[in-house]
């Protein structure tokens, strides 16, 4: 399947973090029936480009429809073209 934008929530509107001289992060919720494979391929979340950035973290509750997981993720860039790309962040 395709990311579904709508599913895509700010914990907060206009909640964000920031660090001195650096550009303001987000965190993020995103649950889908997609799986872990579908969600982390190149090219998923290509469709939230407009309101994500690097650094922005995504908690994502998986393959609902199927067998749940939790993954955390972080994009590592948001170039204006091809993909973007993101590193998983280690669930502790």
């Given at each position: 399947?395709?990311?579904?934008?709508?599913?895509?929530?700010?914990?907060?509107?206009?909640?964000?973090?920031?660090?001195?001289?650096?550009?303001?992060?987000?965190?993020?919720?995103?649950?889908?029936?997609?799986?872990?494979?579908?969600?982390?391929?190149?090219?998923?979340?290509n469709g939230a480009r407009a309101h994500?950035?690097?650094?922005?973290?995504?908690?994502?509750?998986?393959?609902?429809?199927?067998?749940?997981?939790?993954r955390s993720i972080m994009f590592a860039?948001?170039?204006?073209?091809?993909?973007?790309?993101t590193v998983q962040v280690a669930n502790?």
């Amino acid at each position: 399947m395709a990311l579904v934008l709508d599913s895509l929530i700010a914990y907060r509107a206009g909640a964000a973090i920031k660090a001195a001289g650096a550009r303001t992060c987000r965190l993020w919720h995103y649950a889908t029936n997609d799986d872990w494979a579908t969600v982390s391929a190149a090219g998923y979340w290509n469709g939230a480009r407009a309101h994500i950035g690097p650094g922005d973290i995504v908690h994502i509750s998986g393959d609902l429809d199927g067998t749940p997981f939790y993954r955390s993720i972080m994009f590592a860039t948001v170039p204006a073209s091809g993909n973007v790309t993101t590193v998983q962040v280690a669930n502790a």
